[in-house]
C-alpha cells in the first residue's frame, strides 16, 4: 500500500505484513492511537509515516476511530455491586422507571474543555482499559450545577458552590427537589429519589431528611454514571451550549444565563427517551461484567 511522503521526501510503503503487524499492535493493547503507532514505526523500523496514511492503515485493518469516553475507575469490590445492583433491578419494566427522578452535579466550563482523547478500536470490541479514560471525582471548573430528571421534565436547575458541605446540599433537596416535584404535580409517595454516593449525599443529615419524606430513596451502586440517565442530559447541555453561541460567555453571568435557558428548553420527551433505556442499562451492566457498558 502507498502512503504519503515521508519526512525525508521519500513515498512510504506500507506492506500487508506491515499492516498486519499494526493491527496486533492495537488488538494486543500495546498501542491504541495513531501518533504512539507512528512512534512505534519510527523506533523500530525507522519509518516515519504521515498522520493520513497512518489513518488509512488503521481503516484498511479494520478499526475504527472514536473519542475516548470518559469512564470511572472501576475496582474489584464495586464490579460486585454494580453486578448485583444491575440484576436486582432487571426486571424493573419502564413504568417502574417513570417514577424515578434522576439527580446529580456537574461542572459547567465557561470554555467548554473537554479533555477529548482519541483511540481506535475494531468495531466489534467491547470498551476495555485501553479504550477509556479512566477518571475520579472531583476537579476543577467554573460553575457547578445541580439538578434532576423526571418522566415530566427536566427539574430546577441551581448554581452551587463546589465546596458545597452536607448542610448545603440538604437546603437544595428542601428547596429544588421539592419544587420540581410540586412545580410537576408529582406525587411524592410515588416517587423515588435517585442521587450517587457522593459523600454529602450519604451524610447522616440527608439520609435522615430524606428517610423522613414520603418518597422512597433508591439505592445506588458506586462508580455507575453510566446506569444515570441524567449524565446524557449533561451532556445535552453542554453539546447545546457549546453549538448555540458562536462564542464563549463574556462573564459568569452571562454563562449562568445560557445555562438555565438551554436546560430548561429540554423537552420532556428528550428526558423521557433516557429514562426509557433503564431496563437496557441494567441489561448492558449484567452483560459487561467487569467491563464499561456503552452508556
Request: proline share 4%; hydrophobic share 35%; with cysteine.
Amino acid at each position: 500500500m502507498s502512503g504519503n511522503v515521508d519526512e525525508g521526501g521519500r513515498p512510504t510503503l506500507i506492506s500487508e505484513r506491515m499492516v498486519n503487524y499494526i493491527r496486533r499492535l492495537v488488538t494486543l493493547g500495546r498501542k491504541n492511537n495513531a501518533v504512539k503507532i507512528q512512534k512505534a514505526l519510527k523506533e523500530e523500523f525507522g519509518m516515519s509515516v504521515s498522520d493520513s496514511t497512518m489513518r488509512r492503515v488503521l481503516k484498511k485493518a479494520g478499526f475504527i476511530a472514536f473519542v475516548k469516553p470518559q469512564k470511572p475507575l472501576l475496582r474489584s469490590q464495586n464490579i460486585v455491586k454494580r453486578l448485583q445492583w444491575a440484576k436486582s433491578h432487571q426486571h424493573w419494566t419502564v413504568d417502574d422507571w417513570k417514577r424515578v427522578i434522576f439527580s446529580d452535579e456537574t461542572k459547567v466550563n465557561r470554555f467548554a474543555s473537554d479533555g477529548k482523547a482519541y483511540a481506535w478500536k475494531l468495531p466489534h470490541e467491547e470498551l476495555n482499559s485501553r479504550h477509556v479514560q479512566q477518571t475520579v471525582k472531583h476537579g476543577g471548573g467554573n460553575i457547578m450545577v445541580w439538578s434532576c430528571i423526571t418522566w415530566e421534565g427536566v427539574g430546577w436547575i441551581v448554581d452551587v458552590d463546589h465546596r458545597m458541605n452536607s448542610e448545603g446540599y440538604l437546603e437544595v433537596l428542601k428547596d429544588d427537589l421539592l419544587k420540581t416535584m410540586k412545580s410537576y404535580g408529582l406525587d411524592s409517595s410515588k416517587m423515588v429519589f435517585q442521587q450517587d454516593n457522593d459523600p454529602k449525599h450519604t451524610s447522616k443529615v440527608v439520609k435522615e431528611w430524606i428517610s423522613q419524606q414520603p418518597l422512597e430513596a433508591l439505592e445506588w451502586p458506586p462508580q455507575s454514571p453510566d446506569l444515570s440517565p441524567i449524565e446524557h442530559m449533561w451532556a445535552h447541555l453542554k453539546r447545546e451550549l457549546f453549538h448555540s453561541y458562536e462564542a464563549p460567555p463574556t462573564s459568569m453571568h452571562e454563562l449562568w444565563e445560557r445555562i438555565g435557558q438551554t436546560w430548561y428548553a429540554i423537552s420532556k420527551e428528550e428526558c423521557q427517551k433516557y429514562i426509557e433505556s433503564m431496563p437496557k442499562r441494567c441489561v448492558a451492566v449484567i452483560k459487561a461484567k467487569d467491563r464499561w457498558t456503552k452508556y
